[in-house]
């Protein structure tokens, strides 16, 4: 390495990389303010930066675009103003937030507060100028607080409205009074307002979380503002729908050309929602599905959502792409597409309420099977399955070897270009997904197996187990032996695997090694072998 490298210093690190990396961490969308945050967090990461040395000060008050962002009415006059000085000309992105609960002998209360609170001084200078606005509305006086925004919401590009405790109605008279607004992305989180879509010309983005339960919007209602909303690219709606008997059948369907992205999620059945809102809905090939909601394996509504995804998928033969991700659990199926090869990314969540089984005074009745469920599935998309190429499996329900094609071949019929598959150790080992850490499947440290059934060797690859502590090489010896045994109506038995390949494996013991190759080596022809593994001598 050159010695110039070895004596840079922060220095030395050019003005235009340095401002990219004060961007980066004032308008970082992780960072969210708290409800005891006296300031507000782009504001005090701004403070910080000016406060480490005089050239990262120099840089900080040269870029009036920081500053855009740091407009905190909750902090003294002075303070406001020398923010917008500093911010010069540029539209600002102002978010309205007051600090509200406090705890008072261990019960969460609320301070007294009132419209005033929003009465600053510069409050029509800073709304003129804002094109990005996020409020908070408190639990109280919220309808006095909108007031002070409604007159500068149609000149704002993005606009989220959110109450901060329980949902409500807003007071939405005379708020789009024929004016044409210009905002391109919209979201609104536990409030309602009655959306005008001769209004919203420009509306890219609409976003709907939990609206008032006062005035949840039936299904006829939703479809027709989507009518006119023909111009969506993204469209996200979590819990916004009511439970209902009338389901709205429409017989033309409603033209969505532009949408890339539609978020369904929803705790009530499917037969309410999903169903009748996809089928009402034509969708181009290229938008991007994220679906959640509850099913039950008897229920009409599950077959029925199953045949209007099925429309969908079985359209073309690359619905899904080459990479797919499956999750098979007792209480939740999920359903991913990986990389790019899919026209659009597909997220499918299933969950079961109550889990696969219910307890009825002493008596299990058996409400649904996740093995039956993931069969139904995978028949359902018979067309798009049989072009995936890399399949990533994983499966804790192990009292059903049916949805593990290494015990049950005949799976591997769906798949015909299959080329790898990717399972997780507990499938064979035992053990519990791990809930509390989504990311723990991606990370390339996790113990797994990889199976590669389409290559001339037929190789089973067990990379990264410990089989001196949760894992045993007892149990992957017996799921060998069931998986090499012959059976009577096993589906082309000369799928079973042919090479055993331990990579980087721990808490082997010499002992152990040779008994596997005893049972599954000379018995079943299988050529075993170890790549960086550490093999204890002793006992």
């Not at 969210?32 to 000060?57: E, F």
């Not at 991913?336 to 309420?353: E, N």
Request: proline share 7%; glycine share 4%; charged share 20%.
């Amino acid at each position: 390495m050159p010695d110039s490298f070895n004596t840079m210093s922060i220095n030395d690190v050019p003005s235009e990389l340095l401002l990219e990396f004060f961007r980066l961490a004032v308008y970082d969308p992780s960072v969210k303010r708290h409800w005891n945050d006296q300031v507000h967090p782009p504001l005090r990461m701004m403070l910080a930066i000016t406060h480490v040395c005089s050239r990262w000060r120099y840089v900080a008050l040269e870029n009036s675009t920081l500053w855009t962002g740091c407009v905190d009415i909750g902090r003294p006059t002075k303070c406001v103003e020398e923010v917008l000085l500093r911010s010069g000309t540029q539209p600002l992105n102002f978010t309205f937030f007051i600090p509200v609960p406090v705890h008072s002998l261990g019960v969460t209360m609320h301070l007294s507060y009132g419209a005033p609170d929003i009465l600053h001084p510069h409050r029509k200078l800073i709304l003129s100028r804002t094109r990005s606005l996020q409020v908070t509305l408190p639990p109280i006086f919220f309808d006095e607080i909108f007031d002070a925004f409604k007159a500068y919401l149609w000149q704002m590009e993005t606009i989220s409205l959110e109450m901060e405790t329980w949902s409500a109605s807003l007071r939405d008279e005379d708020l789009f009074d024929d004016k044409k607004w210009r905002v391109r992305i919209l979201t609104l989180k536990r409030c309602t307002i009655r959306l005008q879509p001769k209004a919203l010309p420009f509306l890219e983005e609409l976003r709907f979380e939990h609206p008032s339960m006062h005035t949840f919007p039936a299904l006829a209602t939703w479809l027709d503002l989507f009518a006119g909303l023909p111009q969506l690219r993204v469209l996200e709606l979590v819990e916004c729908f009511q439970i209902s008997e009338d389901t709205h059948r429409v017989s033309d369907k409603i033209q969505m050309p532009n949408l890339k992205r539609l978020v369904l999620r929803t705790s009530h059945p499917s037969e309410y929602i999903c169903t009748p809102l996809l089928e009402a809905l034509a969708l181009p090939s290229s938008c991007a599905l994220t679906l959640g909601t509850p099913v039950q394996q008897s229920a009409t509504s599950y077959k029925a959502l199953l045949s209007v995804l099925s429309n969908r998928y079985n359209a073309y033969d690359n619905a899904l792409g080459t990479h797919l991700d499956l999750t098979v659990a007792g209480n939740a199926f999920t359903l991913q597409t990986q990389g790019s090869s899919a026209p659009g990314d597909t997220f499918i969540y299933f969950y079961f309420p109550g889990g696969c089984r219910h307890r009825i005074n002493d008596y299990t009745c058996k409400l649904t099977n996740a093995g039956l469920i993931f069969q139904t599935v995978l028949e359902a998309f018979r067309k798009p399955i049989a072009s995936i190429r890399w399949l990533t499996l994983r499966t804790y329900v192990h009292e059903d070897e049916q949805i593990n094609p290494l015990f049950n071949l005949r799976l591997l019929r769906k798949f015909p270009e299959l080329q790898s598959i990717c399972l997780n150790v507990e499938s064979v080992f035992g053990g519990f997904p791990p809930f509390d850490n989504p990311s723990h499947f991606t990370d390339p440290m996790t113990p797994r197996l990889f199976w590669f059934p389409g290559t001339a060797y037929r190789e089973l690859v067990v990379s990264r187990v410990n089989f001196g502590e949760a894992c045993s090489l007892h149990r992957l010896c017996l799921a060998l032996m069931k998986h090499l045994k012959p059976q009577p109506k096993r589906w082309n038995s000369e799928g079973c695997i042919q090479t055993l390949l331990l990579r980087r494996c721990t808490g082997l013991r010499n002992w152990q090694l040779a008994k596997l190759e005893e049972l599954i080596g000379i018995k079943y022809g299988v050529d075993i072998r170890c790549i960086e593994c550490e093999v204890l001598d002793h006992y």
